[in-house]
């Protein structure tokens, strides 16, 4: 199966701060990877499909980057609203996998 | 607008099975592949599978092969995930989510089913 490795598994964040998290496949995916982003008590959300497409209604503060083995979701001018657990999901092998996750918490 | 409304908390016995649902609106039914996404308290997310509900072609995870059963009722618009021989291992949230097009993502998700194992 394809590993997706995320660091950091948290982050200690304040509002206004760039925020940058990895996102690494033990195999060649493509930019067949998505961002999720989870709140507390709440279903995942997507945010960045495609490796670097931002969907609907997503705020152009959230940036996804990368091809290969390697991406990246940056979050420029971090907001409170955005504290939550983000995850990374590769779609181009089967089975499909998610990344353990990256944790923001305030300062 | 599309919605996806899974059923309640359920408590099995371990050995059991139990049947979750999903019911879906907003869209026709047939056009989405269905999949399942299961999220143990406190930990990451696993996909187990998918069904397409025109067809009933059924794509798992290797791991999930014997444990879930993907199914959809084409008269109701609902898409159904029995999961059986219940363990505690299997005690956490199942989340039906739908993509609209191969490459889009994960885009509308149900709230979620938390089913508890216990005796």
Known sequence: NTVMTQSPTSMFISVGDRVTMNCKASQNVGTNVDWYQQK??????????????????????????????DFTLTISNMQAEDLAVYYCLQYNY?????????????? | ???????????????????????????????????????SHGKSLEW?????????????????????????????NTAYM??????SEDSATYYCTIVVYYGLGFAYWGQGTLVTVSS
């Open chain 1, 40 to 69: 507390t008590g709440q279903s995942p959300k997507l945010l960045i499909y495609g490796a670097s497409n931002r969907y609907t209604g997503v705020p152009d503060r959230f940036t996804g980057s990368g091809s290969g083995t």
């Open chain 1, 94 to 107: 089967n089975p499909w996998t998610f990344g353990g996750g990256t944790k923001l918490e305030l300062k």
């Open chain 2, 1 to 39: 607008q599309v919605n996806l409304l899974q059923s309640g908390a359920a408590l099995v016995k371990p050995g059991a099975s139990v049947k979750l649902s999903c019911k879906a609106s907003g869209y026709t039914f047939t056009d989405y592949y269905i999949h399942w996404v299961k999220q």
């Open chain 2, 48 to 76: 187990i599978g998918y069904i397409n509900p025109n067809s009933d072609y059924t794509n798992y995870n290797e791991k999930f092969k014997s444990k879930a059963t993907l199914t959809v009722d084409k008269s109701t």
């Open chain 2, 82 to 87: 029995e999961l059986s021989r219940l363990t």
